[in-house]
T-cell receptor
Framework: GESVGLHLPTLSVQEGDNSIINCAYSNSASDYFIWYKQESGKGPQFIID?????DKRQGQRVTVLLNKTVKHLSLQIAATQPGDSAVYFCAEREGSYIPTFGRGTSLIVHP | EPEVTQTPSHQVTQMGQEVILRCVPISNHLYFYWYRQILGQKVEFLVSFYNNEISEKSEIFDDQFSVERPDGSNFTLKIRSTKLEDSAMYFCASTTSLRYGYTFGSGTRLTVV
């Protein structure tokens, strides 16, 4: 299970590499998923969303993949830049219920 | 781009005191939320507000918490008799439709001493 405290899972990449951040969700009835980016001292910022009738959605430099069979969501960031350094977390939602947020992954991009 | 605005950015208060955290949601949004995030932990839902009333609240949102939309623009969270464990970042969020994700404010860091 997840550990409690300050130690988030961390992904370190070199500038220019592609990053893949993963999220396992818990509710098989969830039908809407969102990735957020949170920079230090700031609020969560919407990146991209996907509904359960899709398995892939692309944005600018980002792609979200949804595997409902194994309840897994991933965020791919192409050509990662230092400005992408942040905590990334996914949120899942069933219908109009309140979304549930994951704990997040810290992405560190080295120049 | 429209923003959710929160004030103050940082609030320090003594244990037992009351605090009011303020938010100005995006003007055409209809659904309003308060979340909190204890350092290093998940963003936790506190309360949702729609049509001038609470639509849902979590177990965290007990009698010491209240929300208000006193006019057409502000959305406030009041914490009565603050406790040390109330220290956290408090985020306001809003959305125009439940079909979409939320827009979050930059948060208020509440420190209870």
């Amino acid at each position: 299970g997840e550990s409690v405290g300050l130690h988030l899972p961390t992904l370190s990449v070199q500038e220019g590499d592609n990053s893949i951040i993963n999220c396992a969700y818990s509710n098989s009835a969830s039908d809407y998923f969102i990735w957020y980016k949170q920079e230090s001292g700031k609020g969560p910022q919407f990146i991209i969303d996907i509904r359960s009738n899709m398995d892939k959605r692309q944005g600018q430099r980002v792609t979200v993949l949804l595997n409902k069979t194994v309840k897994h969501l991933s965020l791919q960031i192409a050509a990662t830049q230092p400005g992408d350094s942040a905590v990334y977390f996914c949120a899942e939602r069933e219908g109009s219920y309140i979304p549930t947020f994951g704990r997040g992954t810290s992405l560190i991009v080295h120049p | 781009e429209p923003e959710v605005t929160q004030t103050p950015s940082h609030q320090v208060t003594q244990m037992g005191q009351e605090v009011i955290l303020r938010c100005v949601p995006i003007s055409n949004h209809l659904y309003f939320y308060w979340y909190r995030q204890i350092l290093g932990q998940k963003v936790e839902f506190l309360v949702s507000f729609y049509n001038n009333e609470i639509s849902e609240k979590s177990e965290i949102f007990d009698d010491q918490f209240s929300v208000e939309r006193p006019d057409g623009s502000n959305f406030t969270l009041k914490i009565r008799s603050t406790k040390l464990e109330d220290s956290a970042m408090y985020f306001c969020a809003s959305t125009t439709s439940l079909r979409y994700g939320y827009t979050f404010g930059s948060g208020t860091r509440l420190t209870v001493v």
